[in-house]
């Protein structure tokens, strides 16, 4: 296995690790994203057994110990198992997440206290790089769930929305994410199909992004906006479609 980097918009890197037995034939890739400002963020620790890879493919972009931030979209084991390796690995880092998050998870499993950010706060990481953290919780799925958004790039890092199976180019410019996120949400089943995960989603596409980086699949240049609306869409029908059949079904 290795862990490749890739500057996908500027100063934010892609960390991709490409794992071929998990959802043969395709594959399934994990990836971080590095924001490299004067106080770096990464966003997911990857798996914990995954450190190694990950440590040294940051090693590339800043020294490991200046790592400031570390948050993520929820918590599980691709996205924050290894959180406190990265702690120790780096003295002055903090993890920064949802109040939900601190609350139900990350007080009790942080090795050091977590700072919980409010909905749409912004942490300013110098050198031109602010992260604003959006609560979107049971989207695609845990309580806890949010994502960041970088301003100065318009950089939607989503976590797990739009997730796809297989490996792929570090960044594509245009195209459609939506229909190979519907095949694997189709293969998976892996969102809570929550009444309000349109919504959440919805909520997203007044930021325009630029680029939308996935934790899995590729890192998508083109209108953010459109694919926002159209995987809301999806996510729509899909809950709303279940939640008619479980109607029927009780009334039959
Ligand atoms: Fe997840
Ligand atoms: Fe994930």
Known sequence: METKVHEIADGI????????????????????????????????????????????????????????????????????????????????????????????????????APRILADGEVIELGGNKRVRYIDTPHTPHGWDAGVMYEESTGTLLAGDLFTQHGDHPALVHGGDIVTPAIAAEELFQYSALAPGMGSAIRRLAPLKPKTIALMHGPSFAGDGAAALHALADFYEKRAGDRWAELVQSKAA
């Open 13 to 112: 890197f892609r960390l991709s690790t490409y794992v071929p037995e998990i959802a043969p034939p395709a594959g399934f890739a994990f990836n971080s994203f590095l924001v490299r400002g004067e106080e770096p963020l990464l966003f997911h620790t990857g798996l914990r057994r995954m450190f190694p890879l990950n440590r040294e493919a940051v090693a590339r972009l800043i020294p490991v110990d200046k790592l400031r931030w570390i948050s993520f979209g929820h918590f599980e084991a691709d996205e924050s198992g290894a959180m406190n390796e990265w702690l120790a690995a780096a003295p002055d880092a903090q993890v920064a997440h949802g109040q939900t998050g601190v609350m139900v998870s990350l007080n009790d499993t942080a090795d050091r």
